[in-house]
């Protein structure tokens, strides 16, 4: 990338990030990303890295010990708030959580980072002893990605980085973290979703984002290209 994608109030109406329906079915994908990875938040201080229209941080509030979220969009942020989470900003390398982080959460976000290796490094500070890390992401190298090509749907502006499962791996491990399990991250999502991003892929299909007040109603699942990963912090 020339560039690095600026986030702007525009991004969250671009993807529906505060739309119920798409809260209902990422959140419905949450649970059985919890349940295949068995990871149980409660009694756990959560950190979402990236948590959009808030929908996942809100249904982890309900469930663990404490949780806080990190977002470069101040509208996401706002949001958050007017859904009862306050531990939620930026992120500010020179400060740590007020408490060591057990459970890190990746949901569709970790390739969105721009300086993943100074954000890992802050993380592993920021850790409880034997915290978890939970990464849902587009796997480069997949059998999707090289079936499509440039036609595979997480090959857009705002990913600057497709990870390999192994380049992912020694990335964490770097940073005192381990993989420990992996698992198949189905996901549940509404056909206006597919039309958002084929609208942010091609813009020239732009238009078509006037059919998706239709089409929220049909949900589909399926995996395209996503991997799921568990990581146990170890030093």
Same mark, same amino acid.
């Given at each position: 990338? &020339?560039?690095?994608?600026?986030? &702007? ?9 505060? =739309? ?23 009694? +756990? ?18 469930? *663990? ?14 949001? *958050?708030?007017?859904?009862?989470? +306050?531990?939620?900003? @930026? ?8 408490? @060591? ?6 949901? &569709? ?7 993943? +290796? ?13 915290? $978890? ?5 587009? =796997? ?43 698992? +198949? ?17 091609? @813009? ?7 059919? $998706? *007040?239709?089409?929220?109603?049909? $949900? ?14 170890? &030093?």
């Amino acid at each position: 990338m &020339d560039r690095a994608y600026v986030y &702007d109030a525009a991004y969250p109406a671009l993807r529906g990030h505060f =739309e119920t329906r798409t809260g209902e079915l990422k959140v419905r994908s949450l649970e059985h990303w919890l349940a295949a990875s068995a990871i149980d938040p409660a009694h +756990q201080v959560v950190c979402e890295v990236g948590f959009g229209g808030g929908h996942c941080l809100r249904y982890l509030a309900g469930r *663990a010990a404490h949780a806080c979220g990190i977002e470069v969009i101040p509208e996401n942020v706002e949001r *958050a708030r007017s859904l009862g989470i +306050q531990d939620v900003g @930026p992120f500010e390398p020179r400060r740590t959580p007020a408490r @060591p982080v057990d459970l890190w959460v990746f949901l &569709d976000s970790f390739e969105h980072l721009t300086e993943p +290796q100074g954000f890992l490094r802050w993380m592993s500070r920021a850790s409880a002893p034997r915290a $978890t890390a939970l990464v849902v992401a587009p =796997e480069a190298e997949s059998v999707s990605e090289r079936l499509l090509g440039p036609l595979w749907p997480h090959r857009i502006p705002d990913h600057p980085f497709h990870w390999s499962r192994l380049g992912v791996g020694e990335l964490f491990a770097r940073h005192g973290f381990a993989l420990e399990r992996e698992f +198949q991250p189905r996901k549940a999502f509404s056909a206006a979703t597919v039309v958002r991003h084929l609208a942010h892929k091609f @813009p020239v299909l732009a238009g078509l984002r006037r059919l $998706t *007040a239709r089409l929220e109603r049909f $949900t589909l699942l399926g995996n395209v290209g996503e991997m799921g990963l568990v990581f146990r912090k170890i &030093d």
